[in-house]
């Protein structure tokens, strides 16, 4: 069956990560995303692994269920060519600085004038309100901004370090995706397409200080930034005497719990840390440290199975490699084969979300650089002899067969 978002024509101007993620979750709800690439191609079409020259593996997976037309933006009949998709269009998103798109004479007023209907999104390192609002912006430069690293650094990491995901990007992206959604359901009722801008930094900083925002809350003051659960030394993973064991001892029952299962039930009344909920955030330091040690004592085997029994959240700690046979995405099919035209076999992950009456279908493969240039340029009004033109001029090209 269609997806939520069947009907919904969306121009993405988006490369790398952050973009390329909100549009392909877009896709994958059913939307129409057509997506706008120069004559090199989204940078991560060239990053390995991959079988075939252009088709990286991250660039297969963000951008999956897209059409792909080549426009060189710059030349006067690339302009005109997007301005008639965009016409035909709901949403355009972009994640170039505002200032590259009004050079290209594709500002928030020039798609308005060919569409006054459509919901024209940005994406981009800063806000437009404050001094930086020109400043370029990469993921692993926003994590720095927002703090990331720096909270890596005070909970114990010997050096500043970064999240090894493109956190930023992504979390980013999903900021645009309901921007999208929420705009076009706004357009649904009252006939207007907006500008909406999506900022990497304040998205960030949102993101980092819903957690560590903590005294500076208040005015006066009531002690330091920082959610000392999470900056907690010992909040990882716990060694045990063969590997690693990931769980949370959270609430009364569950250290009563605990402690009886261990033959310590006398503790929670003896000592004054583990009494009450209030005392164990204020001694949060030395109850995962007294964790710590106590785990190291037993097998991950054991212990998994002291947690099921006493009913105490508890994981094992999981490689990537896990990932790929782990028996929960295994029954929901969360990962499935998908034969490519281009590059045979690939592994590719559904939507995480279920839907009782509109459930994404499958949708198609990561398209080859240009593969829809002539599709895309017929339904916005060009003829074959106008498309053989702009291939002649270079302002559009079409893959090899």
């Not at 080549?70 to 355009?92: C, Q």
């Not at 290209?104 to 390192?125: K, W």
């Not at 593969?371 to 291939?391: F, K, P």
């Amino acid at each position: 069956m269609p997806g939520p978002l069947a009907g919904v024509r969306i121009v993405d101007m988006t490369t790398v990560v952050m973009g390329p993620f909100a549009t392909q979750i877009l896709a994958d709800l059913g939307a129409d995303v057509i997506k706008v690439e120069s004559h090199e191609g989204d940078n991560m079409r060239h990053v390995g692994p991959y079988r075939n020259p252009g088709m990286g593996h991250i660039f297969l997976h963000a951008n999956r269920g897209k059409r792909s037309i080549v426009l060189d933006l710059k030349k006067p009949d690339g302009r005109e060519a997007l301005l008639a998709i965009a016409k035909h269009a709901d949403v355009l998103v972009y994640n170039v600085r505002p200032q590259a798109m009004a050079r290209l004479g594709l500002a928030y007023e020039d798609l308005q004038a060919a569409n006054p209907r459509i919901v024209y999104v940005g994406c981009y390192g800063y806000s437009q309100q404050g001094p930086y609002a020109a400043k370029p912006a990469y993921d692993d430069l926003v994590q720095g901004a927002a703090g990331v690293p720096a909270l890596l650094k005070a909970q114990g990491s010997d050096l500043p370090r970064f999240a090894p995901v493109t956190l930023a990007d992504r979390l980013t992206g999903l900021h645009a995706v309901y921007a999208v959604t929420a705009a076009l359901f706004h357009r649904e009722r009252t006939g207007e397409g907006q500008s909406v801008e999506v900022p990497m930094f304040e998205s960030a900083v949102q993101f980092v200080l819903s957690d560590h925002l903590a005294g500076a809350s208040f005015e006066p003051r009531l002690g330091p930034t920082g959610y000392a659960r999470l900056l907690a030394e010992h909040r990882r993973p716990y060694a045990t005497s063969d590997g690693f064991v990931c769980v949370l001892v959270y609430n009364d029952k569950q250290w009563k719990s605990f402690f009886a299962a261990i033959g310590e039930p006398e503790r929670m009344t003896q000592d004054a840390r583990f009494a009450t909920h209030s005392n164990r955030a204020a001694n949060i330091a030395s109850v995962y440290a007294y964790l710590a040690e106590v785990i190291r004592s037993r097998s991950t085997a054991e212990w998994l199975e002291l947690f099921e029994k006493a009913d105490i959240p508890a994981a094992p700690m999981n490689t990537i490699e896990d990932l790929l046979h782990h028996p929960q995405l295994e029954a929901e099919g969360f990962f499935t084969w998908e034969d490519h035209p281009t590059e045979g076999r690939v592994r590719r992950m559904t939507t995480p979300t279920r839907w009782s009456a509109s459930m994404p279908a499958p949708c198609g493969p990561a398209p080859r650089l240009g593969e829809h240039s002539r599709e895309v340029l017929h339904e916005a009004g060009y003829d074959d002899a106008a498309i053989d033109a702009l291939v002649a001029q270079r302002v559009t090209l079409t893959p090899p067969d």
